[in-house]
């Protein structure tokens, strides 16, 4: 299992290692210094010969900085010309002691990063727990790193960027802008939130002996766990056996939306898809996608809540309401209705989401009788917790994980970097590209799920096997026709190519 912290989590395993298991503080430098040095001399070899190449470790007066002294004096005794530029106006006692043994070891202090004239730079100047916006000299030093990465140098930041927030990601201003990062001890949460993801460049992790005291952390999403929820379809088997799913979509201003998610739903392997959608978009759909079933619920422009039309969801397995729905008093009232009546697997995404946002959710969610995903994007999941009667963070993962666990329910928090948690755990995934930033891509996954929980998994593990699938559909399309001209109907017709390539590839190891 990857794990992914927070500074807090991270904090008391570096506490439990030194305090319990009373492994020394300079011993656990030592090695995270050694292991930057390792991976900045992979990176020497990368780039040819070795001969006058040089290293640069850019640090600050943390811990995160001792680990640069100790890497730039290791890889000094290995022959690698390597400087410093130190930038703080106190040190802890683990970096001192290691700032004089570089020293000693005739090592030289630089006052500001150089222009040029190094191979590689080794970001050590600020740790996990920055927050805000970056201060002189520190913001002076991280432009001069990216200067470096501008004149050709590899960066490896230690354990984050500098000038990322190690809790969820942001970046106010400057930020080191890192070819690889190496996480010390382990792979942090910063780095894959926001715009850590951007910032982080490959991740890798070091493990220096820093012991858990607990396993109930985020972890990172790979094939293994997505193909052991995904059940096997049998010879012996049909439609009846795969479930029934309703997507509930579409108006005259959103038609698009219903087709997207009806066609994600057919792809993803629903037994039976059932559009119902607007009776004046009804002949638009004709053989559009003639596996569907198409149920008009009244004879205007929009669906329009009636209980008798309603009712007719309750024998599906699972239903997707709100793609394109539009925003109103109406979508909520159904979105409310569904959840004090239906007992399925229900997921609520687009127009239901800021539907409920705007006309009221609380009662609702708390009394609901379904298994229940909300799709949100980050800014309707704001709208949604600025309406939550009792104060919840808003920040990083931990908001998620209390709204969550507030109404228990499946959160799938759709971003660069995907997050789905169920309150009590949570996970997230790197899969997909820049290619799903455009309208339609969460109609499409909105479809994908809607098949997965009419298959039979429940909301927690559908909301993952949807998105990390929809994710490799991308990366699988943009490889025949690039991110820029991908669109959310492409990544669709890729699906069964991702189904097959996360079964086929589910021993893999991931992105270390």
Known sequence: MKYLLTNEEMRLADFHTIENLKTPALTLMERAGKALADEAERLLDLRGKRIRLRVLCVCGGGNNGGDGFVCARLLRERGVDTDVVFFAEKTSAQCEINKRKYIEQGGKILQEVPENG???????????????????????????????????????????????????????????RADETLCIGERKIGCYLGDGIDHAGKILRADIGISLPNEK????????????????????????????????????????????AMKGCL?????????????????????????????PVNDGGRVAFNEKSFARLLAYDSVAYGSGLGVSEDTATGARWLLENYTGRLILDADALNSLAKYGFDEALKSKKCD????????EFSRLIAKCPRPLENKGIEGAKAFAKEYGITVLLKSAVSLITNGLEACLHTRGNAGLAKAGSGDALTGIAAALCANG??????????????????ELAARDIGERALLASDAIEYLGKAFLAVAENADEDGDD
Do not use: W
């Open 118 to 176: 190094y191979s590689v730079a080794v970001d050590c100047l600020l740790g996990t727990g920055f927050h805000g916006a970056l201060s002189e000299p520190f913001a002076r030093a991280v432009r001069g790193v990216n200067a470096l990465k501008r004149s050709g140098a590899r960066i490896l930041a230690a354990d984050i960027p500098s000038g990322v927030n190690g809790e969820d990601g942001q970046v106010c201003g400057e930020g080191v």
């Open 217 to 260: 952390y985020t972890y990172l999403l790979e094939n293994e766990q997505i193909s052991a929820i995904l059940p096997q379809r049998k010879r012996n088997s049909h439609k009846g056996s795969y479930g029934k799913a309703a997507i509930v979509a579409g108006s005259k201003d959103y038609s698009g939306a219903a087709y997207l």
């Open 267 to 295: 792809r993803a392997g629903a037994g039976y898809t059932a559009l119902f959608l607007p009776e004046e978009l009804l002949h638009a759909f004709m053989l559009k996608a003639p596996e569907a079933l198409l149920v």
């Open 372 to 379: 229940l995903m909300i799709t949100p994007h980050l800014k």
């Open 457 to 474: 998994i429940d909301a927690f593990n559908a909301a993952k096997a949807s998105s990390y699938i929809f994710g490799v559909g991308a």
